[in-house]
């Protein structure tokens, strides 16, 4: 030991070294099994890890399958290859007829003839062009067919120029971008001395006509392009030039390769883990060895509680289509899940929606103007009957109505408007509805959309009014304009949905108000959520227009949902089961780490203690050696007698 000298049994012939060493392994013997029992609640600790790295893998494709019913998954097919359909979310399963009547065109107009492109001056002044909502003046200073051309293409107008040559003599053409009639090009030329461009229509704008459905019921629409996205709920159509004329039947069904995606992944992942836990479990007959978590009744629990969820029945579902088995997924004879892709294709052919509920966690509203949105882990499965939705007080959209006089047919004044604090170009010989289309252009920024009512703010006529983009108590229409009096009429004098103003009229917003289940609920625009029992966390989409009783939502939690919440628990970090277990282990560990610290100071204090006495013994006996010596000598030297 270091700072204690040795000599090693060199007077006593000891091996003092060998003694101690023997002495030390005997008192280390202890140690070894405190050791040997750190190391078995290491690999405990590994094996619990692994556990829980198993368990996240089930519990993620358990996650994706209680999404089966948000994810809309559904296909679109036609019969016409001009008229390609995709489905996205919100489509519905069905048949639908589609004829094109006519496809939109791209307004365009033509300049008179001139006899060069870079010559002739077309004056000074400006060139507003109006297309699209938008107003883009552009100046112009001595420039000639090319230069304005050019002007035009760089200025970011919603129109493409070209020059075209005939005979030797230039036009200028503008096209609009955006087909339709919406897109239609209205240019107000200001110029001086030159020749300036007087534009003639070269092509109308139109829209596209498509007729939905066939006989005497059916309908002609119209829309301002050639991809339609709201003509079949959830479907977009897209339209080939060679498409006039054409009838398609579109075909919208269950995309059900997502159930059997799902279905089998998730299958995998929880046999992966049934066979980690036969492993962790081990028990070998002939040699006696176990897996580091034999016994373990909380693995078995834990192994039993997601086999019985698995397999139990889902409350609130109908009978024919409330568990897994009814599907194809079973308990084998090996201890580990099958499941018949047969029978689960058959199932998902035969009544897809009922399907995705068994797994999902979703709610279904019986009446159409509720919708279910979502839910969190404080919401219980309600029963076959559903939780009953009443309402108390629909929600509104803020509303001003500029009710001093109607819109004007063409505006007389250049104007400039801010609403809820965007700003708004109107000019001088706007008509009605490129006001109308210039206030919409900017909903996004303003989020107020504009229309044509009564000087109500309801039904048809030509005043104009302001509308809210979205509901609620929180949401309001501010309006200014830059002129006192005439033009849009809303004046210089800030007015509002609360205060509009003499002469106008003006609503303020409102959230919806309820009882879900008899408790109630908090209003949020349309968004109506339980804030106590069992419909904690449920929120609803609200569309109703007025207050009355609609009917109930059942809420369910299919073999996804319950399996991620299950595993939500067992799997949470800080306080979930296997975080609990790891916790007591650590617990353990640090309590055999301080053990085995006093142990081994005590083995070097004991080991210290014998060799300095050993030392000391030592020591003894090389004193007791040189007196013997001595004595030895001074007998040698004594005289002999004769006697």
Do not use: C
Request: hydrophobic share 40%.
């Amino acid at each position: 030991m270091s700072g204690v000298m040795s000599i090693g049994g060199l007077v006593s012939g000891l091996d003092v070294d060998e003694i101690l060493g023997k002495l030390e392994a005997v008192s280390r013997q202890p140690m070894a099994r405190l050791q040997q029992r750190r190391s078995a609640l290491q690999a405990q600790q590994s094996a619990w890890q692994a556990v829980s790295t198993r368990l996240l893998a089930i519990k993620e494709k358990a996650a994706a399958l209680s999404r089966l019913g948000a994810s809309g998954a559904m296909a679109a097919a036609s019969t016409e290859s001009t008229i390609t359909a995709s489905a996205g979310a919100g489509a519905v399963a069905g048949h639908y007829t589609v004829t094109v009547e006519a496809l939109a065109t791209n307004h365009q107009l033509i300049s008179q003839a001139y006899t060069d492109r870079d010559t002739t001056s077309l004056g000074s002044g400006t060139y507003t062009i109006h297309a699209q909502g938008t107003t883009t003046e552009i100046a112009v200073n001595e420039l000639t067919l090319t230069g304005l051309r050019d002007a035009i293409n760089g200025s970011g107008a919603d129109v493409s120029a070209f020059i075209v040559e005939n005979d030797g003599a230039y036009h200028l053409v503008l096209s609009a971008k955006t087909a339709g009639t919406e897109g239609a090009i209205t240019v107000t030329p200001a110029l001086a001395d030159g020749t300036a461009p007087a534009m003639v229509e070269l092509q109308a704008a139109a829209d596209t006509r498509v007729t939905l459905g066939s006989g005497a019921n059916a309908i002609t629409l119209t829309r301002d392009g050639t991809t339609l996205t709201d003509v079949i709920p959830g479907v977009t159509l897209t339209l080939a030039s060679a498409s006039v004329g054409k009838t398609a039947t579109i075909t919208v069904s269950g995309n059900n390769a997502d159930v059997r995606t799902g279905v089998s992944a998730f299958v995998t992942q929880v046999n992966a883990f049934l066979d980690a836990v036969t492993q962790l479990s081990s028990y070998d007959a002939d040699t006696g060895e176990t897996g580091v978590l034999f016994g373990n009744a909380r693995l078995q629990q834990i192994k039993g509680e997601l086999l019985t969820a698995i397999t139990a029945q889902i409350g609130g579902l109908t009978t024919g289509m409330n568990s897994a088995v009814q599907v194809g997924i079973r308990l084998g004879t090996d201890g580990k899940l099958a499941y018949d892709n047969a029978i689960l294709e058959a199932a998902v052919n035969t009544d897809r929606q009922s399907v995705v509920r068994l797994f999902s966690t979703m709610g279904v509203a019986s009446s159409p103007y509720v919708a279910y949105l979502s839910a969190t882990g404080e919401t219980r499965a309600s029963d076959a009957a559903g939780y009953a939705v009443q309402i108390t007080q629909a929600a509104e959209r803020a509303r001003l109505t500029i009710a001093g006089g109607e819109l004007p047919a063409t505006l007389t004044d250049d104007e400039t408007l801010t609403l809820n604090g965007e700003t708004i170009t109107l000019t001088a010989g706007m008509t009605r509805g490129q006001v109308i289309a210039a206030i919409n252009a900017k909903t996004a920024g303003s989020r107020v959309t504009a229309t044509l009512t009564g000087a109500d703010g309801t039904g048809t006529g030509n005043y104009l009014t302001l509308t809210q983009a979205e509901y609620g108590a929180t949401e309001y229409v501010r309006a200014i304009s830059t002129l006192a009096a005439g033009g849009t009429g809303i004046g210089s004098t800030l007015i509002t949905a609360g205060n509009p103003g003499a002469g106008n009229v003006g609503r303020a917003g409102k959230d919806v108000a309820g009882i879900i289940n008899g408790q109630a609920a908090t209003g949020a625009g349309q968004v109506l959520t339980g804030s106590d029992g069992a419909v904690t966390g449920l929120m609803l989409q609200v569309n109703a227009a007025a207050p009355g009783d609609f009917g109930a939502v059942t809420f369910t939690r299919g073999v996804g949902g319950v399996i991620d919440s299950l595993l939500e628990y067992v799997t949470r970090a800080g306080d979930g089961t296997i975080s609990n277990v790891q916790t007591t282990l650590d617990a353990n560990i640090r309590s055999l780490d301080a053990t085995l610290a006093r142990e081994e100071a005590s083995v070097t204090r004991e080991i210290a203690r014998l060799r300095a006495q050993f030392n000391a013994m030592e020591s003894a006996l090389s004193t007791y050696q040189n007196q013997s010596a001595q004595l030895s000598n001074l007998i040698a030297g004594l005289p002999t007698f004769t006697l």
